[in-house]
């Protein structure tokens, strides 16, 4: 009921809002982040319509090449890729902050059903703990796993072996909100493309270290 601004600013960005549920008798999934000067943060989200999203169901459709099972309700999560994978629809797994509501056992089946892997270092850390699997062992289950490093840089596992892709320097450090969602933005828009995982990699290196620049997740523009 109080997503108008939002959507109007999606399509100000020439982004289509044609498959936005708009759910009236509830708000919008909301998140508070606040960031000490190391990088530090406390969130207080509220989940809002997001709880609801499980009512959406994903289908096969001829223009639809990939889909990113990203944090949602854990329902949501379950379906949605359940669905992908009966659709033929490859996705990216990136379980982010919403990794920790599932067992070894789900995270296992959620990478067996995706085509590719995306984690940060901690939530790569978790992810082994609970499956059982290395790095290198999930990135023989799937087409790629890629564990991202922060100011590092990121990793690129491929049937078991791994390359480091190097950071690009930022301008300056004003605020990391929205670094891993510009990063997931590089990531799809690369893999759209074709390119191999290593060079959507470096362009979600680039574009992390652009956003990293300026203060608030989406106050930053890309020139082609």
């Keep these: 009921q109080d997503g108008a601004e939002y959507l109007d600013r999606l399509r100000d960005l020439d982004i289509s809002t044609d498959h936005v549920r ?51 309700g854990r329902d949501a999560m379950l379906q949605h890729a359940e669905q992908c994978h009966a659709a033929h629809i490859p996705f990216v797994f990136d379980p982010g902050q919403g990794l920790p509501m599932f067992d070894g056992a789900e995270l296992a089946r959620f990478i067996e059903q995706s085509t590719w892997v995306t984690v940060n270092d901690y939530e790569g850390k978790l992810l082994t703990e609970r499956t059982g699997w290395s790095s290198a062992e999930i990135s023989r289950r799937v087409d790629g796993l890629i564990v991202t490093l922060g100011a590092q840089g990121c990793e690129v596992w491929q049937d078991g072996e791994m390359t480091h892709v190097p950071p690009v320097q930022a301008a ?53």
């Excluded at 989940?47 to 609801?52: E, N, S, Y």
């Design 172 to 224: 300056q450090v004003v605020d990391p909100t929205g670094c891993g969602d510009a990063w997931r933005g590089a990531l799809l828009f690369g893999l759209e493309q074709g390119w191999s995982l290593s060079e959507c990699a470096a362009l979600g290196n680039r574009v992390g270290a652009l956003k990293i620049a300026s203060r608030g997740p989406q106050n930053y523009s890309i020139e082609w």
């Design 22 to 72: 708009l759910l009236n008798d509830t708000y919008t999934a909301q998140a508070m982040i606040m960031t000490d000067r190391d990088n530090n943060q406390i969130t207080a989200f509220h989940p809002g319509a997001m709880m609801q999203a499980h009512i959406t169901r994903i289908e096969a459709h001829p223009d639809v090449k990939l889909a990113i099972i990203s944090p949602d």
